[in-house]
């Protein structure tokens, strides 16, 4: 089974700067993909960022890019020139390739508080 | 986009009552997924459904079942709703196979509390 932990319950960041959101899982899988979910207080959870694991380069959205680290199973969001529209819940999650029901599995969260 | 609606953003039930939570997706997605968010928690799997009249146990189904009489439409049933099921309950869809490996749409959710 996978498990997929996110060390920070709570994090903060000042508007215009940079965060970055920890995540860590553990498989024996050797192809998998790895995802960011967004949860803004709305509630409506929307994919921020996606990862396929026999990719070696870091996946990158505009403002959002992370640090894949296979052999330490790390996978961390940075958030560049925070926005205050980043507030939300982060969510980081894993799929195993193969995977015909695609059923992830979800990290604890990390809920980001940008300040002005 | 894919359009997750979830019938209800909030619902107030008493211990016992059976509760009926409904989700429909417009976008012809054949997996279609049932979560329970926790805080601390994250998001735990109840039950999903690859097919029509399709379904599979997920993580956490103790006291739930699921209906899937449509493609588009996923619903969570509470036989017995009890306090321990106070929740948010989210909805969610994908495409099969390598193309859900993509990601999946959610719905905004439904906080659900039982007294």
């Not at chain 1, 860590?24 to 899988?29: I, N």
């Not at chain 2, 994908?94 to 007294?115: I, K």
Request: charged share 20%; with cysteine; net charge positive.
């Amino acid at each position: 089974a996978q498990t997929v932990t996110q060390s920070q319950p709570e994090m903060s960041v000042q508007e215009a700067e940079t965060v970055t959101l920890s995540c860590t899982y553990d498989t024996s899988e050797s192809n998998y993909y790895l995802f960011w979910y967004k949860q803004p207080p709305s509630r409506q959870m929307i994919l921020v960022i996606r990862q396929e694991a026999y990719k070696q380069q870091n996946a990158t959205e505009n403002r959002f890019s992370v640090n894949f680290q296979k052999a330490a199973k790390s996978f961390s969001l940075k958030i560049s020139d925070s926005q205050l529209g980043d507030t939300a819940m982060y969510f980081c999650a894993f799929m195993k390739d193969n995977n015909a029901g695609n059923m992830l599995t979800f990290g604890g969260g990390t809920r980001l508080m940008v300040k002005p | 986009d894919v359009k997750v609606t979830q019938s209800s953003r909030y619902l107030v039930k008493r211990t016992g009552e059976k509760v009926f939570l409904e989700c429909v997706q417009d976008m012809d997605h054949e997996n279609m997924f049932w979560y329970r968010q926790d805080p601390g928690l994250g998001l735990r799997l109840i039950y999903f459904s690859y097919d029509v009249k399709m379904k599979e146990k997920g993580d956490i189904p103790e006291g739930y079942s699921v209906s899937r009489e449509k493609k588009e439409r996923f619903s969570l049933i509470l036989e017995s709703a009890s306090t321990n099921q106070t929740s948010m309950y989210l909805c969610a869809s994908s495409l099969l196979g390598l193309a859900g490996n993509q990601g999946r749409s959610f719905g905004a959710g439904t906080r659900l509390s039982v007294l």
